[in-house]
């Protein structure tokens, strides 16, 4: 049984990234005249699986006590076994897929490639397109062995159409051997808001040039507030501290796909570039007229933002009153 | 603790778009005026190295890189920086390996080097930015692997590690031996070396292997493309044309750019 198989972790829902990847597997498989399978791993599989059901052909439940909570080793025995025929293997791009993804290649002695935002199959090869060279180039890739497995920029992907007949639900024939080398001690969320950053429809971020923590929390943020925007921050800001590292925005950090990405002292570095390139509309205020940012802009203001942002919350507040 | 970190000498990745070329034969950047340099994710994990040993004392840290002859001087910089010994396996072959050929390498490497507790790598290199050679090489050793780490201390005769997620972090308990890819935090930001290492570090001992001293298959390793191929390479085209927000006064200024700003956000 040669299946496209698609894996995702139940811990963010069927959110926008899941639903991406499963158009994106639901398209391969029907290119290619493949069954799509998809596996669910983790708490609340279960609970999911209906909603899945209706995208693909067959939903395979794996949330046994041992890998109910994300662990790399014991996870990985278990999607290795899970994955083992299947032709094709797509994952999302979150953290936990990423860390999988090299791994699963390797024990089925197949090709990983990752970041992928397009993926097509001709007379059997798989074929990945990604950014590399921090976005500046995209590169057209062939994976040699089979399975392909392959991460996808999910978000980038159109959802699935629902079917008339759902899939079939069975549970994972399993045998997990728990793997206790590395196990997680703590876990802790930093979110910065309730929605994710990568689903925000509206983004205030801030470079090296902010200068620092406090106009992060304060001049930026009330501007955050007014626009109802999520905050985010290049990773010059996230290694000096000024904010937490989940802010960090590129092409090693959140990929974000806005309407507006108002992007404040930031002087466009081509890997934080890299994290906006499905930006709707960026903007941008700057005090060099020549920062590459402005080359990506639908329109921008050559100014310092310490000046213009309580003249532009000013107006901001009138109009919405 | 024996530690070994492996480093990339890429392409500088700050060269802007502008200067930015690829040679549409050999499929990879040209390097131009460009400057080689430590890709930063790999200086990041030799200072995650550097400050744990600083902290546990007994720890020895070997520096390993695969690549062209070029790349002596990240591993002359690695010395400058503190590491205790470096390792170059030159790379004769294709010049941008898959990473499964890379891990393939560093694999055999570390085993002749032998008895590592912890090795540490970059999460994903800023050129050809794969972000797999950690978890293949934690394969090829079959050791677990724990991605994303930004940080390593000790707990009794165990490793604490905390990494970053999508949402936060996590932190986990382990027993060497170990894979760790490290990714940039506040607290591993590379240190500058001082000038007297710097010219130390031209004169210390360096080990150069060939792919031949490691009794891997060498053609297979000098092919670099068993795993994947790169078969088109492209600058993609985007053309965004800037309109530049004016006004006499400060006030009309921000007037301006509020009232587009508005436009946009009132549309969402």
Known sequence: MNDIVMCLFTSDGFDKSAQGLTGAARRLAEQNGAQLRAILLGAGAGELASELARFVDKVVVAEQPEIAEYSPETCLNALAQLTKDARVVLLSNDSYSQEIAPRLAHRLHGSAVGDGVGVDMHNGVVRVTRQVYGGKAEALIELKRSPAVVWLRSRSFEPALARAVAGEIIPAAVDIKPDTRTRIVERKREDSGTARLEDARIIVAGGRGIGGPEPFSQEL????????????????????????ATWQVGQT????????????????????????????????????????????????????????????????????? | ?????????????E?????FRVDSTKLEAEQGAANLVTNIFCENALETALQFRDRVGNAKIAALSYGPATAEDTLRKALAM?????????????????PYTVAVVLAAAAKKLGGFDLI??????????????????????????????????????KLRIRRQTDWGYEVF?????????????EHNVPRIPKVRDVMASGRQPLTKWTIRDLGIDAEAARGGNAYYEVVELAIPQRETK??????????ELAEAFANRLAQIAGAV
């Open chain 1, 221 to 244: 943020q009330s501007l955050a507030d007014l626009l109802g925007a999520q905050m985010a921050a290049t990773r010059a800001a996230c290694d000096a501290g000024w904010v937490p």
């Open chain 1, 253 to 321: 950090g959140k990929k974000v796909a806005p309407e507006l990405y108002l992007a404040i002292a930031i002087s466009g570095a081509s890997q934080h570039l890299a994290g906006i390139s499905e930006a709707k509309n960026i903007a941008a205020i700057n005090t060099d007229a020549e920062a590459p940012i402005f080359k990506h802009c639908r329109f921008g203001v050559v100014a310092d933002y310490r000046k213009l942002l309580p003249l532009i919350r000013e107006r901001l507040g009138a109009l919405c009153t």
């Open chain 2, 1 to 13: 603790m024996n530690i070994l970190v492996c480093l990339k000498q890429i392409l500088d990745p």
């Open chain 2, 15 to 19: 060269v802007p778009a502008r200067d």
């Open chain 2, 82 to 98: 503190k590491a205790d010994t470096a390792t170059l396996v030159i790379n004769d072959g294709n010049s941008k390996p898959d």
């Open chain 2, 120 to 157: 540490l790598l970059g999460r994903e290199a800023g050129d050809w930015g794969a972000g797999q050679t950690g978890g293949l090489l934690a394969e090829e050793l079959g050791v677990p692997c724990i991605s994303f780490a930004e940080s390593i201390e000790t707990a009794g005769s």
């Open chain 2, 173 to 185: 308990e382990a027993e060497p031996p170990l894979v760790l890819t490290i990714t940039n935090h």
């Open chain 2, 242 to 251: 800037c309109e530049f927000i004016s006004g006499d006064t400060p006030e």
